[in-house]
Each structure stands twice: as structure tokens, then as C-alpha cells.
């Protein structure tokens, strides 16, 4: 990355079924992290038929910290150490993975029996090498306790980390920020000047970033002491996120993150051998080791 923002083209496409389709903005070869991001999928928006729903299986998960961040729909949170929350907009369900958790991903009975409209965010964090085999947590924080952040013509909601002179009440490992920002046509945001790192990602509506035009599911990338000004073109929803570089590297396999990819090799390891618990109230299934 450099100091003039740079767009990521043709992010990944992925079909999950029955029309969800999920968008891989990170990592790519631009940028294979930004700040301690190191994954970023955006989810929909789709349209689930009633007795449809989503069903990610119980997998596994290193060295990280994963959020979902919903505008619409609901997805059923269970893992390993026995948390059980329904994710809905607006709320931070905060999953430290750390030394290793499983975890499962579906839609709760009742929105499965009507269908509902799903469409979010979500996102990795690498830990610093310090904390990659913390325990693992799982920690639920209601929408009203986030900071709200209000600029001429622009609304935001600081999910984690710190900008503007907030702070969230998420616990965070390393240096970073994540937001939701609503624009007015017109509006100008500047990016928090702490952080070195910054992305900008629009889920709905157009903006310019410095030279670069972004539309919707568009992302850009950018370092360095100073960033552009964000311009909305049109009323728009833009995702601010970034951090300080990460302390290295970070190999990426599957689920798992870590520094080390002997680490790496150990995890794989403690999952064909079912070493990382059951996930609490869905025993049944799993994903396999893929091959």
C-alpha cells in the first residue's frame, strides 16, 4: 500500500446456496492486510425463501478475532466454550479465537421458518503474535453501548477500536479502528489520523477517496501519516477500517491465522483429531479438514 488510495478490483465471488453470495474484498495481492484486517467478506445482500437459511457448520479458528456486523437479517452464534447469542444489526458479537475455538453459523428457527433479507460484514483480525494463543472469548455488546460519532452531514458508529477521540467498548488487541458511516450527498469525512492503515468500503452509494471513485461493493486501500478526505458523491453506507501494521506476517490456511506455520500444521492436526471441542448445542455436524 501506499499513500494514494488504490482500488481493489474484482473481488472473489462465492455462491454459499440458494443465492447468498459473498463478496472477498481481503486478502488480496494489493493487499494482503490491512492494519490487523486480514479478511473481508461482504455478505449479500439476499433474499432467503421461508424454511431457507444460512448453515455454516461447526469450524474451527486460530490466532484471530472474528466480528459480524449485520444491516439486515440474523445469524445464530454457538461455540466451544459454551456462548450462545443471536447476531443482529447493529450489536458487536466479538469472537476471540486465540489458542483455538469452534464455532457454528446459522439462521435462527424462527427467521428460517418466515425467510428474511440477509446482508453484513464480516471480518478477521490477526492478534499480535503476544496474544495468538490467548484463551478463547466471546464477547456480546448491544448497539446502544457504541459510540456515535456525528459529523456535518455524516453519522458513524464506531464498532471497535478507537477514532475521533471514542473509544468502543469491544476488546481489541492492537491499534485499530472499524466503522459503519452513513453520508449525506456532499458530506466530508476525514479518516482517523492515528492509524496508518485505512480502507474504505461502500456497501451502498458512491464517494471519492482523494482520486479514486468508489461505488457500491467497491473497496480502497491506503497508508501512510496523511490520508484524502471522503466525499460522498450520494447518500451512501461506507465501512472506515484500519489499524497499525501488523507485527509480520501472517500465513493464512482455512480458518486458521498465525504467524507460525508449524502452528498452522499443529491446528490442522487438533482438528482431524476433534481436539478443539464441541460446539454447544449443534454436536452433530462439522466441516471436515479440507483436503
Known amino acids: 500500500m501506499d499513500?494514494?488510495?488504490?482500488?481493489?478490483?474484482?473481488?472473489?465471488?462465492?455462491?454459499?446456496?440458494?443465492?447468498?453470495?459473498?463478496?472477498?474484498?481481503?486478502?488480496?495481492?494489493l493487499a494482503r492486510h490491512v492494519g490487523p484486517f486480514v479478511f473481508y467478506d461482504?455478505?449479500?445482500?439476499?433474499?432467503?425463501?421461508?424454511g431457507k437459511g444460512l448453515?455454516?457448520?461447526?469450524?474451527?479458528?486460530?490466532?484471530?478475532?472474528?466480528v459480524t456486523w449485520l444491516f439486515e437479517g440474523s445469524i445464530r452464534h454457538r461455540d466451544s466454550v459454551g456462548s450462545l447469542a443471536d447476531i443482529m444489526p447493529g450489536a458487536v458479537n466479538w469472537m476471540t479465537a486465540g489458542r483455538g475455538i469452534a464455532h457454528s453459523e446459522r439462521t435462527p428457527p424462527d427467521a428460517r421458518k418466515s425467510g428474511q433479507r440477509m446482508h453484513g460484514i464480516q471480518v478477521w483480525v490477526a492478534l499480535p503474535r503476544e496474544y495468538e494463543e490467548v484463551a478463547p472469548e466471546f464477547h456480546h455488546h448491544a448497539a446502544e453501548t457504541l459510540p456515535r460519532i456525528r459529523k456535518p452531514g455524516a453519522e458513524l458508529v464506531l464498532i471497535a477500536g478507537?477514532?475521533?477521540?471514542?473509544?468502543?467498548p469491544v476488546r481489541v488487541f492492537a491499534p485499530m479502528f472499524f466503522i459503519e458511516a452513513h453520508l449525506e450527498a456532499g458530506a466530508e469525512v476525514p479518516l482517523p489520523e492515528e492509524h496508518a492503515e485505512r480502507g474504505v468500503h461502500v456497501v451502498e452509494g458512491e464517494v471519492s477517496w482523494g482520486e479514486v471513485a468508489l461505488s457500491s461493493t467497491q473497496m480502497a486501500v491506503q497508508a501512510g501519516p496523511f490520508a484524502p478526505?471522503?466525499?460522498?458523491?450520494?447518500?451512501s453506507r461506507v465501512m472506515f477500517f484500519g489499524g497499525a501494521p501488523l507485527d509480520g506476517e501472517r500465513h493464512l490456511w482455512w480458518n486458521f491465522v498465525s504467524s507460525s506455520s508449524e502452528r498452522i500444521e499443529q491446528a490442522?492436526?487438533?482438528w482431524l483429531a476433534q481436539r478443539f471441542g464441541k460446539v454447544a448445542g449443534d454436536e452433530e455436524?462439522?466441516?471436515?479438514?479440507?483436503?
Do not use: C, Q, W
Request: hydrophobic share 45%.
Open 3 to 29: 499513500a494514494t488510495p488504490s482500488l481493489i478490483e474484482n473481488p472473489r465471488l462465492h455462491d454459499l446456496g440458494d443465492g447468498f453470495v459473498v463478496r472477498r474484498m481481503l486478502p488480496v495481492l
Open 42 to 50: 461482504h455478505m449479500g445482500p439476499a433474499d432467503f425463501a421461508p
Open 55 to 66: 448453515d455454516v457448520r461447526p469450524h474451527p479458528h486460530i490466532g484471530l478475532a472474528t
Open 162 to 168: 478507537t477514532a475521533y477521540g471514542s473509544a468502543s
Open 229 to 235: 478526505v471522503v466525499r460522498a458523491r450520494a447518500a
Open 268 to 270: 490442522k492436526a487438533d
Open 285 to 291: 455436524e462439522f466441516i471436515p479438514l479440507p483436503a
